[in-house]
């Protein structure tokens, strides 16, 4: 089965605290496989997070769809057989990767849609950052490919995380206060009807383990990295 092992190719930095955890997961998972010594075939490429979250703040999404590209084809050359993109906001410009590369994308949102259906769920909530909550790249591939019926929080609880994404669990900081602020932020989600919550930026996962509140929680990270690894394996 290794000499059949697909090259996973990710591109990260965004930010490299989940980065970190997508490599983690991808050769823990092979190891589950195929038992041993084995790890993933994999290469990562990141990029300098500083500059996409200003063009990110300034809506500067094409030049981050260029760069992605760029990244893409390099993976693509480098022998990569698909692409992971680390991070759920920037798959706002997965176009430019898919217009890149002539080898697989796995979107996020349609392995996370996957993941949602094997559960027989039908309505959840969505925390992550105002990009991914507010534009419909994401909550579109949700609701149209896969029938959910997706919530955000109110613009205060959305303006709350979005700040604690990008102040603290980018930088790598993982408070009580905001571990309490989130976990509230679920169980409003689930008052109003929510049966799971995607936890779709991928350091809430980190923040906040899916032991501490009363619903599914899906990890993003783990549903995405899991998907890749099947492929890779050919387990699917």
Avoid at 216 to 228: G, L, Q, R, V
Wanted: glycine share 8%; net charge neutral.
């Amino acid at each position: 089965m290794t000499k059949k092992m697909k090259t996973i190719g990710l591109i990260g930095g965004m930010s490299w605290e989940s980065s970190k955890v997508y490599y983690q997961y991808t050769n823990q998972l092979v190891r589950s496989q195929l038992g041993g010594s084995h790890s993933a075939k994999s290469i990562m490429i990141t990029v300098d997070f500083d500059q996409i979250e200003k063009w990110s703040f300034t809506g500067e999404w094409e030049k981050i769809g260029q760069l992605m590209a760029i990244h893409a084809r390099t993976l693509e050359k480098a022998g990569a057989d698909m692409i992971l993109l680390c991070t759920n906001t920037i798959h706002l410009v997965s176009q430019y990767i898919t217009d890149a590369v002539s080898i697989p994308f796995l979107h996020i949102a349609s392995a996370t849609g996957n993941a949602i259906k094997e559960k027989g769920l039908t309505k959840v909530g969505l925390l992550g950052t105002q990009f991914t909550m507010e534009k419909d790249f994401y909550t579109k591939i949700l609701e149209d490919n896969y029938g959910l019926e997706v919530i955000t929080p109110p613009k205060p609880e959305r303006d709350l995380i979005h700040d604690i994404i990008y102040k603290e669990l980018v930088q790598g900081k993982f408070t009580k206060t905001s571990k309490k602020a989130c976990i509230e932020m679920i169980h409003n989600l689930s008052d109003r009807g929510a049966e799971g919550v995607i936890m779709g930026c991928t350091e809430l996962p980190i923040l906040v383990n899916h032991e501490e509140v009363s619903i599914y929680t899906f990890d993003t990270t783990k549903i995405h990295t899991s998907h890749a690894v099947k492929l890779a394996l050919a387990l699917s």
